[in-house]
């Protein structure tokens, strides 16, 4: 069963086509970039949202020259610069790779803060506000849609039975709040690419690693890693953006017809792509009967036999107080006292946490 048939089964291809006529359309041309070729993002939602859903529901009014930054050897911290700059109409990425310029873009995902997809989904729909506010003074684009990648889980090449053992281990991570959670845990923080994580496992540089359940798995950690512990570290949000002064000068009807197309048919595919791969990533690697390796189809799952690490009630207790009392910090501080405000008037309202700014 391939990812598309799942997503028709959670009832999203039964969603309308836009509602206006499409020959009501002006003729119109976009320029796209989007995540690395190789990622699910891409193959399953960027990629055919582009090339086929946008130009069908248009009838074939609006087209997208859509490539992925990996065509351009783009890197992630440069898309949201592509985009204000107009080099690209519209562009695609991931927060985590842009939070060092902006430090709102780590509200929506604080390390160990969300460890659920309907809670995560309240809080990006809370500060979507004000990322539309600070995306626009800050980078000259404006925020079209949010969707995460999936948990973003722990694989270790030794033996780890809860949130305690990782005191002492090196742990590669991926932003500057996963690299405070693990600290706080104990644990040092190690920078390295993606690539090189396998290797560096392979030789004991490094203990553990942060990534998704279903990219660890794709990418052959369970070659190397032997225990997962399924605590979620982030959810690797994405986003979509359009150059401001470009979409200020669409036809209006092209800006409702590609909000509602968005809206109602990129998104909901990438939420729930997120849900299939975070479980079937989980269970593929652990070997569960409920594992289906081809649900994320074009690149399958392999299914192994990982130790599958039980995140405990006293692991969770522990993750709240790490979150509370570390995380938060490192966030307000680089927030400031403005940004903290608006934090707890949103996501705060949220997950019922009140910040006080760095003195």
């Known amino acids: 069963m391939t990812i598309s048939k799942y997503l028709c089964g959670a009832a999203l291809c039964l969603i309308l086509p836009f509602a206006a006529s499409a020959q009501d359309l002006p003729e119109t041309e976009l320029s796209v970039i989007g995540s690395p070729v190789n990622s699910p993002n891409w193959t399953n939602v960027l990629e055919p949202f582009w090339k086929e859903t946008v130009p069908a529901d248009s009838g074939?009014?609006?087209?997208?020259?859509?490539?992925?930054?990996?065509?351009?050897?783009?890197k992630g911290p440069?898309?949201?610069?592509?985009?204000?700059?107009?080099?690209?109409?519209?562009?695609?990425?991931?927060?985590?790779?842009?939070?060092?310029?902006?430090?709102?873009?780590d509200a929506i995902d604080l390390a160990g803060l969300t460890?659920?997809?309907?809670?995560?989904?309240?809080?990006?729909?809370?500060?979507?506000?004000?990322?539309?506010?600070?995306?626009?003074?800050q980078f000259g684009v404006v925020p079209l849609g949010f969707w995460p990648t999936g948990a973003q889980v722990l694989w270790c090449a030794t033996e780890v039975s809860g949130l305690d053992d990782l005191a002492g281990k090196k742990i590669r991570v991926f932003s500057t709040t996963t690299s405070a959670l693990i600290a706080a845990a104990g644990?040092?923080?190690?920078?390295?690419?993606?690539?090189?994580?396998?290797?560096?496992?392979?030789?004991?540089?490094?203990?553990?690693?942060?990534?998704?359940?279903?990219?660890?798995?794709?990418?052959?950690?369970?070659?190397?890693?032997?225990?997962?512990?399924?605590?979620?570290?982030?959810?690797?949000?994405?986003?979509?953006v359009a150059n401001a002064d470009r979409w200020d000068g669409l036809d209006p009807e092209v800006r409702a017809f590609l909000e509602q197309e968005i809206e109602t048919k990129l998104e909901?595919?990438?939420?729930?792509?997120?849900?299939?791969?975070?479980?079937q990533g989980i269970w593929c690697s652990v070997g569960d009967d409920r594992c289906v390796p081809e649900s994320t189809a074009p690149r399958n799952l392999t299914k192994a036999d990982m130790t599958l690490v039980d995140l405990s009630d006293a692991d969770r207790e522990t993750l709240k107080i790490l979150v509370a009392e570390h995380v938060m910090a490192e966030?307000?501080?680089?927030?400031?006292?403005?940004?903290?405000?608006?934090w707890n008037e949103t996501v705060g309202a949220v997950v019922d946490i009140e910040l006080e700014a760095a003195q």
């Open 60 to 74: 074939k009014k609006i087209t997208a020259n859509a490539v992925s930054m990996t065509d351009l050897g783009a």
């Open 78 to 105: 440069e898309l949201m610069r592509l985009a204000g700059s107009g080099v690209a109409d519209i562009v695609a990425g991931s927060t985590t790779l842009i939070s060092g310029e902006l430090p709102e873009n």
């Open 115 to 137: 460890q659920d997809l309907d809670t995560l989904q309240k809080v990006i729909a809370a500060y979507r506000p004000v990322l539309e506010e600070r995306y626009r003074d």
């Open 187 to 240: 644990g040092t923080p190690v920078t390295m690419s993606f690539s090189e994580v396998v290797p560096a496992m392979q030789r004991g540089v490094i203990d553990c690693a942060i990534t998704g359940s279903n990219s660890g798995n794709n990418a052959k950690w369970n070659d190397v890693a032997t225990h997962l512990f399924p605590i979620t570290l982030g959810w690797g949000v994405n986003f979509i």
């Open 268 to 279: 909901p595919v990438g939420w729930e792509m997120a849900r299939i791969a975070t479980d």
């Open 331 to 342: 966030f307000t501080a680089a927030c400031g006292a403005d940004c903290v405000q608006r």
